[in-house]
């Protein structure tokens, strides 16, 4: 009598190999090899480990995956003598589906199954990718690649933690920090590239506040310079770079401390609903786009910046508070002032590490985001942008009230 477990096994590992087959079948019109072909490597996967426990031998496995490695690169070499050039990729996924098949047959069928999701993404997505990456210039790849060399060479020598003058330092936690932080600006990256120039600044004020409302402020203001009659389109802008340098943090403090979200998610909301109007009040009036270019968020140097602030803010407010909550609100609103990121990642590892509790973190929190937006003011002063600051300035500072009133609200609350 057949088992379920067999049966189960032979139509998960044939749907796995169809998903594939169906990809290359459907995106690369392939006639050789296709839907029923990669269902049938994907059983055969399968079936090598099943006569590998019957034989007690798992170079039955080895020698099924040779035979598909060789059947992939005759298969290639008959396409382009055909002249119907079969893509290497093509031969590449026909050997992951016979080890998805292998998969299966040893019960790692949700894993299976995830990897061949991923995988038919991965292949189904090829255009696209293209496309985001035709819009990096030579720059802002080796940028990339500086950056990602850096965290592979510091993640095997960094120890998971360090005492320095009595602090016990979590390094690898910092660490993680940063690329968790470096993922957002990449996304947030690769959709202001991916978007097309027409798009309004406003929503290119806002996609920069998600990696650094500062530099997106030094943005907005040398357009100003070159167009004074985008006045209101400006002003739109800065108060959306402000919001959206609201939105970046609350993500982040709630990645690395969810607790904290039930006192800051009403302020932020609040923040966010008090802002928005303003900024669409100051948009209603329409001129000619300028084209926004926001800059790599990568480099060796952004990373040593980013991991620096983020290290030198966490031990400040870890000695900060061992005295009283007023030292740690007044440390964070500093450290605010000149990067509210590393004060809100900062207050999420030590509500982590039970160091703060998530209301103080959350007050702390407001109050460095509030010195946020008055550096952003500052940025304004400093390249001339008194007339903006004008315009904003009120909003701003019924936007921070409101923050303020809103965490109160939420401690009552929760």
Same mark, same amino acid.
């Given at each position: !009598? ?17 998903? *594939? ?17 990669? @269902? ?28 598909? +490695? ?32 292998? $998969? ?14 991923? /995988? @038919?993404?991965? *292949? ?9 990456? @035709? ?9 990339? #690649?500086?950056?990602? /060399?850096?965290?592979?060479?510091? &993640? ?23 690329? *968790?932080?470096?993922?957002?600006? $990449?996304?947030?990256? *690769? ?18 506040? =998600?990696?650094?409302?500062?530099? !997106? ?6 357009? &100003? ?13 800065? #108060?959306? +770079? ?9 993500? #982040? ?8 979200? &039930?006192?800051?998610? =009403? ?32 480099? %060796?140097?952004?990373?040593?910046? =980013? ?12 000695? @900060? ?6 030292? #740690? ?13 590393? /004060? ?35 940025? =304004? ?25 809103? %965490? ?7």
């Amino acid at each position: !009598m057949v088992s379920g477990m067999f049966l189960e096994g032979l139509v998960i590992s044939m749907l796995v190999g169809a998903l *594939l087959g169906l990809e290359r079948e459907y995106t690369k019109r392939q006639e050789l090899i296709g839907l029923r072909t990669f @269902s049938l490597i994907s059983l055969f996967g399968f079936l090598t480990v099943i006569m590998s426990e019957m034989f007690y031998n798992t170079v039955v496995i080895f020698l099924g995956f040779v035979f598909v +490695a060789i059947f992939s690169i005759l298969l290639y070499i008959s396409g382009m003598m055909r002249g119907e050039r079969i893509g290497f990729t093509t031969c590449i996924a026909a050997l992951i589906t016979f080890v998805l098949g292998v $998969f299966i047959g040893f019960g790692w069928r949700i894993e299976a199954v995830f990897l061949a999701v991923l /995988v @038919s993404i991965v *292949l189904f997505s090829k255009e696209r990718m293209h496309m985001l990456v @035709s819009k990096l210039n030579q720059k802002e790849v080796g940028d990339l #690649l500086e950056f990602l /060399v850096l965290l592979g060479i510091i &993640y095997p020598i960094l120890p998971n933690s360090a005492v320095i003058l009595g602090i016990d330092m979590p390094l690898l936690t910092i660490w993680g920090i940063m690329v *968790l932080v470096s993922v957002i600006n $990449f996304f947030v990256f *690769l959709g202001s590239r991916y978007l097309p120039v027409q798009h309004k600044v406003e929503l290119f004020s806002f996609l920069g506040g =998600l990696m650094d409302a500062k530099a !997106m402020v030094v943005a907005l203001m040398n357009i &100003y310079k070159h167009s004074k009659k985008m006045f209101q389109n400006i002003s739109s802008g800065f #108060l959306l +770079a402000n919001m959206a340098m609201y939105v970046r943090n609350c993500i #982040l403090i709630g990645i690395i401390a969810p607790a904290t979200l &039930y006192y800051i998610g =009403l302020p932020v909301a609040l923040v966010l609903l008090t802002l928005l109007p303003f900024s669409r009040l100051f948009a209603l009036i329409k001129h000619k786009e300028k084209k926004i270019r926001i800059e790599s968020p990568f480099g %060796v140097l952004q990373a040593v910046k =980013l991991g620096c602030a983020i290290f030198v803010v966490f031990f400040i407010l870890n000695i @900060s508070k061992v005295y009283s909550g007023d030292v #740690l609100y007044i440390t964070s609103a500093i450290g605010g002032f000149f990067s509210s990121l590393a /004060v809100s990642v900062s207050l999420g590892t030590l509500v982590m590490n039970h160091a703060i509790s998530a209301r103080e973190a959350a007050f702390s929190f407001i109050t460095a985001n509030a010195a946020g937006a008055v550096s952003t003011l500052v940025v =304004l002063y400093i390249m001339q942008g008194k007339n903006i600051i004008e315009k904003t300035y009120k909003a701003l500072i019924i936007s921070t009230i409101v923050s303020f009133l809103g %965490v109160m609200l939420a401690f009552l609350l929760f």
